[in-house]
């Protein structure tokens, strides 16, 4: 593709990775057939194709945002779909992602819209906020019930995601150093991160014991938090460089001290955002290099285990589980085959997903900000999960769990929880109901 950028304008970093990117693409279109706003809405401007000629325009032309680039820019899951499915390597993150910032630099948005993304940008990100957050909902449900017709869509997406009963915290989500089972194999940073050590303590827990299990050391670092990811989808990128470099200081004081083999993430999420941490903070002189030593460092726990080597499984019950590969584990990491060895050497059967590659609608904040498409999305998902007659649903991030969980009966585990109860851990707790899998409790 041709572009038009002025000298002036290719002096700036962000326009020259632009200029790049857009170079690439060859409008071949391909992308399209995997894009999922594409396939549910049959819309030119909702397809990767469609969204990279209006981003361009808007940053050639050195323009605000519109509220046509914003439209179909916020229905773009960031899923990364395209970028599988491209055979030019566009690289669309790092455009949608320049988009986004655009976005929220010079685009006005109505005042609830405004509201509701501070608010998620505010408390996601902190655990104890995030906490009473869902206490008051929790309390707020039952009052809204008889009028939850009424209740604008969004209001009533978040109010679906909120769990029936609080978790209670893990201390394991405190800094400490974990030590190695036997002789010390390795010394890992654990990312405990935000959101998920409220929802689902229990897979870090999961995590800690398969890891030291393996002979690893584990740290949980101080001062280290969210990765970043929720606001930086959200176009707030100061927001999201502050808690990129909390956490490239947090983890470069290990590296430095008594050293590193890895920055262990049990949520493919955010191990996309960390391993991204180069790029995003090439230009800041102070953080740049650190940066990209952390992001070398950083591995999924599944990327992680196939490095180190799963110990032989405990027998279990025979289980049959649908893989779901998040995006973010799927196009994101690139991460297709690790999980599912994994799971295959622990012992389960595993049963593919038809049209595994399309989202399910999660995706950060989106279903909360997208309600209508993020259901349409679950919808086909779910029958898809149901299609394969798996006794439960493994996958590797957070937001993949909270959201299938609303769309099958099938109980939704997280990959670390099997690998940790097929070699020595507990039962995953979400698999109490089920009959078939009675192995090692
Ligand atoms: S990231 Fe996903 S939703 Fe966005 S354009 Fe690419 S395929 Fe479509
Ligand atoms: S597949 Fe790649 S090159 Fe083709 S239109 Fe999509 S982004 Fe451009």
Known sequence: MQTHFSPEQLAQSGIQVADKI???CVHCGFCTATCPTYVLLGDELDSPRGRIYLIKDMLEGGKPASEEVATHVDRCLSCLSCMTTCPSGVHYMHLVDMARARIEETYKRPLADR?????????????????????????????AKPVERLLPQRIRAMLDLVPAREERGSPNAQPQIIPAEGARRKRVALMVGCAQQVLAPSIDDAAIRLLTRHGCEVVVAQGAGCCGSLVHHLGMTEQSHAQARANVAAWSRQIEGAGLDAIVITASGCGTTVKDYGFMLRDDA???????????????????????GLKAAVPHAPLKLAYHSACSMEHGQKLHKPPRDLLAAAGFELREIPEGHLCCGSAGTYNMLQPELA?????QKAANIDSTGADAVATGNIGCIAQLAQGTARPVVHTVELLDWATGGPKPKALAGLARAAGPS
Request: glycine content about 2%.
């Open 286 to 308: 102070a953080f740049a290099e650190r940066a990209a030593r952390v992001a070398s460092l950083a591995r999924d726990v599944t990327e992680f285990m196939a490095e180190l």
């Open 375 to 379: 259901r349409g999305l679950l919808a």
């Open 22 to 24: 857009l170079r690439a």
């Open 115 to 143: 509201l509701l993304r501070r608010a998620l940008a505010e408390i996601l990100p902190r655990p104890a906020l995030f906490r009473w957050a869902l206490r008051a909902a929790r309390l707020a449900r039952p009052l």
